[in-house]
Structures are given as structure tokens and as C-alpha cells.
């Protein structure tokens, strides 16, 4: 279990992010129209995965239209926000934001909190995702993983970056 803090308040985790130069659990999420957005069909690219509690966060938000103005810039990378909402909420919000460089991935229905050990297990938001940023190869080998230490901040964008190489 790793401990990250809402607005200083201590949340515990259902465990702890894949470890840099470990392979990342594999993983299916749900993506746009209901359809499987899977680990499996985007090997072969770079995946840096946004991982946050909801896009109707002011910080969430932000880090979705961050990570989509960074992924215009990067070559056989894929970026993938990955929250409990629903589908067709990350797809209103990319939609309405124009944001057309990253990929929606829901777990409502799935067990990628728990398997990437960011479920949280108690605080305000018990029950969503920690804010965090796990950054593959075209492997599924990790680069860099960040659990962010306080949820209602921003993650570290130029170290996820700069584990691209």
C-alpha cells in the first residue's frame, strides 16, 4: 500500500505503482463508443498513462490538456488519461477541449486501479484513482512511474517527458 495526501490529509492506495524497468500489468480499459481500449493493441508504441480522479477536476482537467499539447510532439507515443469516469465524459470533455492527441481509457468496470495500485482506498474520493503517471516502452517496460504526493497537484510533465528519451 503506498500513501499519497488530499489536500494534506493523508489517502491510502491499493498498493504501489509498477516499479521503473519492471513490466507493467497488463490492462484493459474502456475507450470511446464502449469499446475495449487494451495494453495488447497498443504495444509497439510508447504509452504514457495520465492516471486522476476525474476529468471535472480543475487539476485533472489541466493535466489532460497538457499531456495532449506534450503528445503533438512525440513520435510513436500514445497517451492515454485513465480515470473511473465514464467514456462518454472524457469523450465530451476532449471533444469540447479539442483535444485530439490522447486516448480516453475508463475503468468504471475494471480492475486497473487495483492492478497499477492506485485505487483509493479511503479519503474524499475513495473509490477513484490517485493522480499518478506510469510511462511505458513499446515493450510494456516501465520508464518512470510517479505517484503524485499530493492529489490536488499537477504531475512532474517534464520527467514523464524526459523518460521518453
Known sequence: MATTAMKGNP????????????????????????????????????IVLNIFPSVDTGVCATSVRKFNELASGLDNTVVVNVSKDLPFAQARFCGAEGLDKVK???????????????????????????????VLDEQGTVLHSQLVPEITTEPDYDAAIAALG
Do not use: C, H, I, M
Not at 24 to 42: I, R
Open 11 to 46: 489517502v491510502n492506495t491499493s498498493g504501489e505503482l509498477p516499479t521503473t524497468g519492471s513490466t507493467a500489468p497488463s490492462f484493459t480499459l474502456v475507450g470511446e463508443g464502449l469499446a475495449p481500449l487494451t495494453s495488447d493493441e497498443l504495444k509497439g508504441q510508447r
Open 104 to 134: 480516453v481509457g475508463s475503468d468504471f468496470r475494471g480492475s486497473f486501479g487495483t492492478d497499477y495500485g492506485v485505487l483509493q482506498l479511503d479519503g474524499p474520493l475513495e473509490g477513484l484513482l490517485a493522480r499518478a503517471v506510469v
